[in-house]
């Protein structure tokens, strides 16, 4: 089946709140055959309905950052000393709430980017691309979107930390819960930036 993404937007902030508040857009997570949830909106009403005080909140899935994908040094050409550093980013954080309905879990994924501008860059600004894989506890891969975000560097800014908002639906199978399924984010990297985390850990 085709996928069609919607958008909603997202903030842009800086760790210390020194700057305004921009938008970005995003896209939401599909897994096939289900309806997409795309208002950002939902996530406070997710989050009440996680804290009622007339029963247990739901056992969501946990939200899991890969190892050796929560980190990328993007260089300038074949260059690897330190003033061929475009930018560095870090997966800071990712957090998950969610509510069940019938057979599906509709759940709203947090993930909290956090990129530094290095001596080569010269377009004020860090492209890169980042998944989210939504998988039972076997390692059976149920769904998986790639994302694509741009984080400028405004003014003299060269930190700057950036929240992506994305709406996975999970599927339930019989006789299981959220505890039986994980969602992985990571950032989509080349095989050497992979080899490049590994060795400089």
Same mark, same amino acid.
């Given at each position: 089946?085709?996928?069609?993404?919607?958008?909603?937007?997202?903030?842009?902030?800086?760790?210390?709140?020194?700057?305004?508040?921009?938008?970005?857009?995003?896209?939401?997570?599909?897994?096939?055959?289900?309806?997409?949830?795309?208002?950002?909106?939902?996530?406070?009403?997710?989050?009440?309905?996680?804290?009622?005080?007339?029963?247990?909140?739901?056992?969501?899935?946990?939200?899991?950052?890969?190892?050796?994908?929560?980190?990328?040094?993007?260089?300038?050409?074949?260059?690897?000393?330190?003033?061929?550093?475009?930018?560095?980013?870090?997966?800071?954080?990712?957090?998950l709430v969610c509510e069940y309905d019938d057979d599906l879990i509709e759940s709203a994924l947090g993930i909290r980017f956090i990129v530094a501008r290095g001596p080569a860059d010269r377009e004020r600004?860090?492209?890169?691309?980042?998944?989210?894989?939504?998988?039972? /506890? @076997?390692? &059976?891969?149920?769904?998986?979107?790639?994302?694509?975000?741009?984080? *400028?560097? !405004?003014?003299?800014?060269? +930190?700057?930390?950036?929240?992506?908002?994305?709406?996975?639906?999970?599927?339930?199978?019989?006789? /299981? @819960?959220? &505890?039986?399924?994980?969602?992985?984010?990571?950032?989509?990297?080349? *095989?050497? !930036?992979?080899?490049?985390? +590994?060795?400089?850990?």
């Open positions: 089946m085709a996928s069609r993404f919607a958008t909603a937007l997202t903030t842009i902030f800086d760790p210390a709140g020194l700057i305004d508040s921009m938008h970005l857009n995003f896209s939401a997570l599909r897994v096939a055959g289900l309806l997409r949830i795309s208002a950002l909106a939902l996530l406070p009403f997710l989050l009440a309905a996680c804290a009622t005080d007339d029963e247990l909140p739901p056992v969501c899935p946990a939200a899991v950052v890969l190892k050796d994908a929560d980190r990328l040094v993007k260089f300038q050409g074949n260059g690897r000393d330190l003033t061929d550093v475009l930018f560095e980013l870090d997966v800071d954080e990712a957090q600004a860090a492209s890169f691309r980042y998944f989210v894989a939504v998988a039972t /506890r @076997d390692r &059976e891969i149920l769904a998986r979107e790639e994302f694509e975000l741009t984080i *400028p560097f !405004e003014g003299n800014r060269t +930190r700057v930390a950036a929240l992506e908002e994305v709406f996975p639906n999970i599927p339930l199978r019989p006789g /299981r @819960d959220g &505890e039986d399924y994980l969602v992985y984010i990571g950032i989509r990297l080349t *095989p050497e !930036e992979l080899q490049y985390n +590994r060795q400089n850990r």
